[in-house]
Structure formats: structure tokens, C-alpha cells
């Protein structure tokens, strides 16, 4: 019977052989600037295809073994290496892990093995796989003068580590601790400071005694270097002047540099690195961290990670604004000018924002200034700022905020990330390349946050006068003045801006355009941005008039602004321009009314969604909406029931409760509205038409307490009329918001007679007198009144009369 340790050594004797049979061929895994030598962990990014297919071969087939072996030269290509840039000496590696990396890249922890030789790379679909002979990796029997080889190496090595500050303690008791004379070679070969080139000529030395005396030249060579350069500096210190120091310190950072392998590409670009951050005017404690990083980036070699990471901050501080701000003077006659010419309409707007440019004008600063334009889309929000910016001869810089949801986003990343970036606000500052430019931030009320954080936490910093003199970017990490920055900030809706943000700016309300304004924006604008957006003015005249406008606007749009009209004039314009093309007309063209419907197809807003006659159970309400003001039909069904109330239309809590507030109060009231008295065995169904889009909001009381009373009182409701107001339990009518959005609805859908809360008489003033033109405005104080001016007057209760004097002469016979 075996012995356990023949049994161990046969396992052990099998698994050697069946490695060595499983090592004669194996899928590489080319090297570019580097050497793996066996004994030693290394990690490796693999980007290239073939380079990835090879480890996932590897990892399949080969028991995780790939023959790792450098290119002859990197040439900067990311194609795959052919078989002649390849050398044939490389090592065998294991893999031990592999990460998948978010760029679909691998990064691969490799383990050297042993040393081998390629005696033929064969090409696969993607990789080579190479026929190898593999070296030994264990000593055998040493000789006496082997041994003595040994110990003389280890002494010279001894004596090169103890001059040497660079190598750590660590190493040192590593390289002792190794009893294998081959471990010994190729791990100290990985740590030492030597070109790569020669490095791979110490490693495709063959014999392993050749190879320690090659080492032991070198490391002779060099200790001989350190002790001149330590008798230089011996001898300099006593005797050597500030000039003379100068000198030689750059002497010796040129021999560094040699030695490093950097070019004289480096060492200018170094140099003008340091000669430009001596002509900015930094501040003290930018300076202090500049001049701190460039010491840093000095003793960096290009081929380290981070010499790249302190390189791309210094090019940042560079490459920022840092000078004082010079305020042009300018005309307030001339910013009306512009506003005026970029923009028809929004008087009241472009007074508020003269009034602001006022006031600037004589202060000089900005302290407390930030603006917010709030409207719906395309009635030229962004184009305002634009104007503003060009009438203070300052940089525009748009940063648009739609979807941000990291506070990274605004503050940046910190530079312990990889690929770490400033935040948009510097990297606008870098833009602008003034420290006083006008900054729009566009779609402020669009931002979310999730776990990364709250970016409208980090824009309460910049947009706050009193901290953001000294704004600290996390990927900078320094106060940076943004004081001299003029922020103008646009949203859509104010509802969704948080509190403290919205407490820092100072609102400018941006109503939609009336029709007549519309009309004249195509008239001025936007037609003749189209003609040159497609240059074809000069090759076809087309002449659109004003009363084709007015159809456009009418029929085939229903907006706020005025982008919706712009893409159909943009429409029509190609539609003759392909004529045109087609020789079906010739160079001059007027657009007809009867072209609408080839052009533009049929009309998708007619006015068949207002009733056109009085109806049992239907209102027309009116809605604010993000884009604008909009119609809300409201529609109610009686059934025989139990007295429920069903509410449909994915209506929002705040609808639904003033749908009951309505019922409750109207079903209190029974004699006054003239509701039968059996509405407990009625169930209502109130329903909002176009149930897919979401509703809310309280303006629709009065409107849900007309259909109520209307079909519990067989009533039917004026189909002219329009209204919007909130309804209490005691049936006041309170306030509404949105009203001037409102109108313009109702005048769009040709309705002459609104329904309007009295509290909101006093808006009535800011409204444009072309929007209420033609409208019948009436204002109420509560529900009683709008009853009587929507339903028709209360019908006689024959049936319950005659019922009634039936009872009465049935008891008077008892």
C-alpha cells in the first residue's frame, strides 16, 4: 500500500503533466506599455475585441490560463496586433477575477505563472492563440557558485534599496522572504524602476544565471549613479547660491525627466503650465492648491493614472475666468430697441425687465436679482433672456435643466471618481470665459431628485447673493465668485419648484399671446425665419396672408405660444417648394384657403366639442393648463339607484371633493333649486370627457354644482355660457388662478359669456384688453347666482301638486 505522501506527490505529478499538456496552447492576451512577469498580480483594462474573446476562451476552455505577452511597440492604434508586432517571450498567466466594466470593457486581475516562449502565434476569428514552450519555475539541484550568484545579488540589491527613499519596507522584507531563486529574479525585475524596453531584455534572458549577473550590473550601475549625485549635492550645499541652486535643481529634474522617459513635449508643456498659472490673478487659496497639484503633476510620470487626473484639474483653474469683471455701459433706449425687435407683444413683460436693466444700470450690481419667466411653452422665454443678455453686451449661456436629477449635475463629482467632471455651473463659467456672463437656467421646474441627492438644494447656493461669492464646485474644491453672474431662471408651471428655490427669485408672469399678436408674430417672424431657415426667398416668392394666418391659428393650432403655428408654416412651405420642384408651379405662389386642407389636412380644432344647443347635465368649465388655458366639458348622468355619486375622467383629489362639496350642498338646498325630493333613490355618474389625460384642481366647483342641479332638477344649462370658480359647503364662491389663460380659451372657442369669482375682479385690470373684448364677464358671489344665470328657470310640479290635493281631500273626507 502507498504511503499518503507518494499519493499526495502522484496527484500532484498528474495534475502537473495535465497543466503542461493544457498549456502548450493558449489564446493571448497582448500587452501594450507593459510586462507581466510570473510571481506577480496585475491588472489589466481589456477593451480591445479580440482581446476580450480571448479571456472569455480562456475562462470556457483553458481552466482560466492565457498567455499574456507585450507588443513590441505601441504605436497609439486601437486595432488588434498583428502577429509580427507581437514578442515571443511572455508569461503564463491565471485568471483570478474578471469585472465587467459600464463601457463593456474588462478588467482582469492576472496572475504570472511561469515564463514561456511562443514558438508560433496561430490567428483565430478575433484573437491569436499561441503554440508555447514553457520555462521551468523551480530551481533545481544549486551549485555552490549558484548559490554564491544568490547572495551576491541579494547584497548589492540590499545596498541599491537602502539608497533608494522610493522603495518601501514592505518590498524589501518580500523579495528576503522568497526562498526560489526564480521568484527572487522576476519579482524584483517587476519592481524596479527600469525602462520597459529593458526590462523585457532582462526577461527574454534565457539562463537564469545570465540573467542575475545582468541585474547585478545594473544595480551597480545605479548605486554608483546615487553615490555621485549624493557627493554632487554634498559638495554643492556648502558652497551653492540661490542662482546656482536654480540651475542645478534643473539639471537634475532634466536627468529625472530622461530617466522617466518624458520628452521635451512633457517638459514644455510643464513650462507652460507653470508660466501660466504665474500670469492669472488667482485667489489666495486657489493659488495655494494650483501651485500644490503642479508640484505634484512634476513628479508624475505621463504613464501613471493620475498624472492624467492632476493634469486635467490644473487645465481647469487654467482654463477658467479669473479676471474682474468690466460692466459695459449701455442704452435702456436701445435694450427697449431689442426687446422690441425680438419680441411683439408682452408690454407689461419687457416694462418689468426695463425696469430691471434700470436699475442695474445705475448700481452697477446684481445683489438680489434673479428673475424667473414663468409661462407656457414657445411664447419665448429662453429668446427674452437672449435679448436681455445682448443688451448688456454680456455672454448668453443656456443651461437647460429639463430631467437633472443628480446634485453631482450642479456641484460636480469629486475627483476619487473616475472621469469626474465640474458641474454644469463651472463648466458654463468655462464656456462663457467672463466672470459676468448671463446664465438662462431653462426648465427650472423640471428637475427631480432621487438617492444621488436634490439638485434644487444645490441651486439654492447659486441663485442665493449671499453665498455664492464663494460657490465650491466638488470636483475644484474652492470658493469660486459667482456674484458677477447675472442668473435668469424660465419654468413652465411654479407649482412644482420647491419652497426655498422659489423664495430666491423674483417671478415675471409670461401669459400666452392673443390671436391678434399671434398674427402679427407670423406676419413679422416667423414666416420669414422659415423662408431663410430653407433659403428659398430668393429662388420662389410665396405670399401668405394675414387672413390665412388667422385660419392657421384658429383651426389647425391651440397653444399659448406660437411653435405649434411656426411648425405649420413650415409645413405649407414645403408643401410648395415640393410643387415648386415638381415644375407644378412656377416662381410665385399664394397660399389660398382652400390649400389648408391639402397642406395641413383636415381642421383637428373645431368647435363640435362645445354644445351647440342647452343640454340636461353638460357645463362648459374652463381649465389652466401648463401649455395654457383650455375648455373642460363637464357631463352628469342620473340613474335609478340609492343616492351614490360615481366620479369618472381621472379626475384628482381635489376635483373629487369639490364634486361632493357641490352635491352636498346642492341636495341641501332641494326647494330653492327645485330638486325632487327623491334624489336618495337616484345615483349620479359625473364624468370629465377625455379621460386619459389627468385632472385637478378646485376651479371646476361651480361648474360640477350646475350639472348636479341640473339633472336632480331636470334643468337644462345654457350652452353659451362658460365658468370657473370654487365652491364651498355654504355655497360662496371663492378665487381661481390662471384666469387671463382662462379667457383666451373661452374667446378661442367662441363662447361670449363667462362665469368669473368676484374676488378675482380686481385681476381683471392685468388682463389684455384685446382678450377681453367681446366677452360678457360676470362676476358672482356664490352658487345661488350662478344657478340662475346657467339653468333654466324651475318647472311646475304638476304631478306632485295633484298629488298633494289628493292627500289633502282624502284626509279632510277621513
Partial sequence: MKKYEDIIKDIEDQQNERNEKLEKSLPIIPLRDQLLLPFVIFPVVAGRQGTIDAINISLDKFES???????????????????????????????????????????????????????????????????????????????????????????????????????????????????????????????????????????????????????IGFLAEQIEVMRIQNDLEMKVKRQISKSQKEYFLNEQLRIIHKELGYD??????????KMRLNELDLPKEVRKKADDEFKKLSKLSPSMPEHFVVYNYLTWILDLPWAKPVYKDFDIKEAAAILDRDHYGLE????????????????????????CLVGPPGVGKTSIGRSIAESLDREFIRISLGGVRDESEIRGHRRTYIGAIPGVIMQSMKKAGTTNPLIMLDEIDK???????DPASALLEVLDPEQNKSFRDHFLDFGYDLSNVLFITTANSLSSIPRPLYDRMEIISMPGYTEIEKRE????????????????????????SEQIITQIINKYTRESGVRELERKIGTILRKIVKKYVGNEI?????????????????????????????????????????????????????????????????????????????????????EKFGIYKDYKKVDLHLHIPEGAVPKDGPSAGIGLACIIISVLSDRPIYHHIAMTGEITLTG????????????????????????????????????????????????VDNVDEVINLCLHPKKKRTNENKTSKKSSQSRSDK
Avoid at 521635451?264 to 503650465?273: F, M, P, Q, R, V
Avoid at 428637475?447 to 441627492?453: A, E, I, W
Avoid at 417672424?525 to 426667398?537: R, S, V
Avoid at 363667462?754 to 360676470?778: D, H, M, S, T, Y
Wanted: hydrophobic letters at 40%.
Fill in 447 to 453: 428637475m427631480s431628485m432621487d438617492f444621488k441627492g
Fill in 348 to 371: 407689461k413683460v419687457k416694462d418689468r425687465i426695463l425696469e430691471y436693466l434700470a436699475v442695474l444700470k445705475i448700481s452697477d450690481k446684481i445683489k438680489g436679482q434673479i428673475i
Fill in 65 to 215: 490560463r492565457i498567455f499574456a505577452v507585450p507588443q513590441i511597440e505601441d504605436n497609439g492604434s486601437e486595432n488588434y496586433p498583428t502577429a509580427g508586432e507581437l514578442h515571443r517571450v511572455g508569461t503564463i498567466c491565471m485568471i483570478n477575477q474578471v469585472f465587467k466594466m459600464p463601457d463593456g470593457s474588462l478588467r482582469v486581475i492576472l496572475q504570472g505563472i511561469k515564463k514561456a516562449r511562443a514558438k508560433k502565434y496561430i490567428k483565430q476569428k478575433s484573437y491569436y492563440q499561441a503554440n508555447l514552450h514553457s520555462y521551468p519555475y523551480k530551481a533545481e539541484i544549486e551549485s555552490m557558485e549558484f548559490q554564491g550568484l544568490i547572495n551576491v545579488f541579494m547584497d548589492t540589491l540590499d545596498e541599491y534599496l537602502a539608497k533608494d527613499r522610493g522603495i518601501t519596507i514592505d518590498l524589501i522584507k518580500s523579495i528576503k522572504a522568497f526562498k526560489n531563486p526564480y521568484e527572487i529574479y522576476h519579482f524584483t525585475l517587476a519592481n524596479l524602476e527600469i525602462p520597459l524596453k529593458d526590462k523585457i531584455k532582462y526577461f527574454e534572458i534565457d539562463d537564469l544565471e545570465e540573467g542575475f549577473n545582468e541585474l
Fill in 586 to 670: 412656377k416662381k410665385s405662389y399664394t397660399v389660398k384657403l382652400k390649400d389648408l386642407k391639402e397642406f395641413l389636412g383636415y381642421e383637428p380644432y373645431l368647435l363640435s366639442d362645445i354644445p351647440q344647443k342647452d343640454t340636461l347635465g353638460v357645463a362648459v368649465g374652463l381649465a389652466w393648463t401648463p401649455v395654457g388655458g383650455d375648455i373642460l366639458l363637464l357631463e352628469a348622468l342620473k340613474l335609478p339607484g340609492s343616492g351614490k355619486i360615481t366620479i369618472t375622467g381621472k379626475i384628482g383629489q381635489v376635483m373629487q371633493e369639490s364634486a361632493k362639496a357641490a352635491y352636498s350642498y346642492a341636495v341641501s338646498q332641494c
Fill in 521 to 544: 408674430i407670423a406676419m413679422r417672424h416667423l414666416i420669414k425665419k422659415k423662408l431663410d431657415e430653407f433659403n428659398i426667398e430668393d429662388k420662389i416668392k410665396i405670399n401668405i
Fill in 264 to 273: 521635451d513635449d512633457e517638459k514644455d508643456n510643464l513650462a507652460s503650465i
Fill in 732 to 779: 360662496r364662491v371663492l378665487a381661481i388662478g390662471g384666469l387671463q389663460e382662462k379667457l383666451m380659451a373661452a374667446k378661442q372657442a367662441k363662447i361670449k359669456k363667462v362665469i368669473v369669482p368676484a374676488a378675482n375682479r380686481p385681476e381683471l385690470e392685468e388682463i389684455k384688453e384685446e382678450i377681453k373684448e367681446g366677452l360678457e364677464l360676470i362676476f
